[in-house]
């Protein structure tokens, strides 16, 4: 790994998986992704594993040497932060969809993790 895999990776998956982590850990069967009562929310979570997907692959990209393939995953990055206190704030009014949340939230970012390795 070079650095700007370290540098990059970090830069991108940090501050989006901080706030996600900081606001709201799922065992989801592969690809299987959990409904909320809130369309907004189902809609982030799809967006969310959307955006776990396209960063592997753009990681992926970038250790053969297509650095360019993370411009699309910041603007994506972008986007789902300026999502994330909304979707917060329609979890607190359902306190027994936060554990599905979080649970969410921590299989898709292990496998952000797990395919930095």
Known sequence: MTPFFT??????FAPLSALL?????????????PKFSDQDVTDFVKNYADFVTKYIQAYQSAKTGNKSAFDQVKTQVTQLQGKVASVAEKLKSKPEEVQKYEEFIATYTEKMIDATK
């Open 7 to 12: 540098s990059m990776g970090c830069r991108l």
């Open 21 to 33: 982590l900081s606001l709201l850990p799922l065992q989801v069967r592969a690809d299987e992704l």
